[in-house]
């Protein structure tokens, strides 16, 4: 056995939400070997003692912009549409491949520090996002979207260009631990003919979709002014649903789109901090539940949270949905892990801690006065930690950080190149 968690309390996050206190998890050549109360047979080469803390699958992060961590605190207290015509357009208009490799690996960084262990990445420039992912040892389902006009040509754009070079270079790299996905940026960022062709390529390709979804009441309500149909039935007249999507905000939802997805298998990813920030609305999670969409959870870029602590998600998630019927400590868990890995196609690979899954595992240390004492794992998890609790994150049995230490990347390299490329804006 390659590592053992000792001592530990572990938060399986299977479908009776079972917590082992005093367990045992084993790890051997990047999987989950063993879960239980009594002490494996064997020895193993590393020993986690975990007393006084507590085990958790890894965090799936469902939807994000990486290298916006660049523009963290860039252009603050702004409408959405203001903040990002006016503002983040024009200085992404700067970037260049370097710098966002370094605005992605800035923001990995926080990932690693804070639990999560998956992201789902929209941006350009992917080819440098995915060699940032790929060094730092994190999953991603990574993807270029596309956008345009009247002027769109499928036969030549750019756009469509960097998404085929991007699947031929990273899809499945390292036995899948990056995959490309395809995606749209959002209907008011592009027409028929660039949905037609994201469409097709996830098709052809066998790929997931990521699309924006009705984030604010004026985009979804000029999509019905233009078309007569809201964002997501125009969106579905047109193919983009036909394969795994995440559709992520789905703050201003009418009923019947939730129909369109429920019956499409549509995850709708939430990102509750950026939306109360933009001043987006509040996504009708529970009724998405009640329609049976499965909902994950996501931060969206540093330059609208602007953080990527899914701690910190995970607890505005469950507070902000409390009432008849709320969403609880232990449903907000779930969207960070189970239901992330679904959005993302990897259910079968990790989510809980479970023999046979991946060994994507967080350690959070609860010897904090603000975690003591400890009633009830989940709950406090959810209400109490933050990511700064996080010791240890591990992906498939690698330890990429440990009690303050990053052990895969440069960290005082990659803060210097971060603060020296945040001079451009």
């Known amino acids: 056995m390659d590592t053992l968690f000792k001592a530990v309390t572990a938060v399986l996050m299977d479908d009776e939400n079972t ?6 998890v084993g790890v051997e050549a990047g999987k989950i070997t ?11 080469e590393s020993v986690v003692d975990g007393t006084h803390k507590v085990l958790m699958p890894g965090i799936v992060n469902a939807h994000t912009h990486l290298p916006m961590a660049l523009l963290r605190g860039f252009a603050d207290d702004l409408d959405l549409q203001t903040w990002l015509f006016e503002h983040i357009f024009p200085a992404e208009e700067k970037l260049t491949g370097e710098i966002v490799y370094t605005g992605a690996q800035l923001a990995l960084m926080e990932c690693m520090a804070s639990g999560t262990v998956s992201v789902s990445d929209m941006y350009f420039f992917c080819d440098d996002i995915a060699r940032a992912v790929a060094g730092s040892g994190m999953k991603a389902n990574l ?22 070079d991007l699947i031929d270079k990273y899809h499945g790299h390292d036995n899948g631990r990056i995959l490309v996905d395809a995606a749209v940026h959002a209907e008011y960022t592009s027409i028929a003919p660039v949905w037609e062709a994201a469409a097709a390529l996830a098709r052809e390709r066998g790929l997931g979709m990521h699309v924006h979804l009705s984030e604010t ?3 979804h ?3 019905v002014k233009k078309y007569g149909l809201t964002p997501a039935a125009v969106l579905d007249r047109h193919g983009l649903f036909g394969t ?30 950026s939306n109360l920030k933009l001043g987006s609305g509040i996504a009708r999670v529970r009724d998405m539940r009640d329609k049976g969409l499965n909902v994950a959870l996501g931060t969206d870029g540093s330059a609208s949270n602007n953080s990527l602590d899914m701690f910190e998600e995970m607890k505005t998630a469950a507070i902000l949905h409390s009432g008849d019927n709320p969403l609880t400590a232990a449903g907000a868990l779930r969207l960070a892990t189970r239901n992330g890995a679904a959005a993302q196609g990897r259910a079968a690979e990790m989510g809980r801690i479970a023999v046979g899954m991946d060994a994507d595992l967080v350690l959070v240390d609860f010897d904090k006065p603000h975690l003591a004492p400890l009633h009830n794992a989940v709950s406090s998890l959810v209400y109490s930690a933050h990511g700064s609790d996080v010791a240890l994150t591990m992906v498939r049995g690698r ?18 190149d971060a603060r020296r490329a945040a001079c451009i804006f």
């Open 217 to 219: 009441a004026f985009e």
């Open 19 to 24: 917590v082992l206190k005093d367990a045992y």
């Open 221 to 223: 309500n000029e999509c």
């Open 34 to 44: 063993y879960v239980g109360t009594e002490p494996p047979e064997g020895a193993a």
């Open 244 to 273: 795994r999507t995440a559709a992520a905000h789905c703050v201003h939802l009418a009923d019947g789109d939730m129909d369109i997805l429920a019956a499409r298998g549509v995850t709708a990813v939430h990102n509750p901090v």
């Open 399 to 416: 330890v990429l950080y440990q009690n303050g230490e990053f052990l895969t990347v440069d960290r005082e390299r990659i803060l210097y």
């Open 143 to 164: 993807s270029r979207p596309y956008m345009g006009g009247e002027d769109f040509d499928p036969k030549d754009n750019i756009r469509i260009r960097d998404a085929l």
